[in-house]
């Protein structure tokens, strides 16, 4: 018995090992999204960090419509950030649980 806690233990820790080096792997994994008609692209690592913003100088000119461009790029980047990085993790995190009885819900 003491030993199977010992063994899961040892799973869990090197489990949090490969989630950290999964979480530093992402921060190289880009993002690119841009708007329909390609005026404004945006960057971003699959951590959801922001690495450029690509603004046409004709969006300059309507305030309203850049900050409209804004909000539906950077929304639909960090949706599709947050999946990556929601399977990348879930995948590593799936894949160390140990088996202990009642605590299947991860699975």
Known sequence: MFGDIMGMMGKLKETQ????????????????????????????TANRTIKSIEIDDSLLEDKEQLEDYLVLVMNKAIEKATKVNDAELGAVAQDGMPNIPGLDMFK
Do not use: H, Y
Request: charged letters at 40%; a negative charge.
């Open 17 to 44: 090992q490969k989630i950290e080096e999964t979480k530093k792997r992402l921060d190289s994994v880009l993002i690119d999204e841009q708007s329909s008609d390609g005026l404004l692209k945006v960057t971003l």
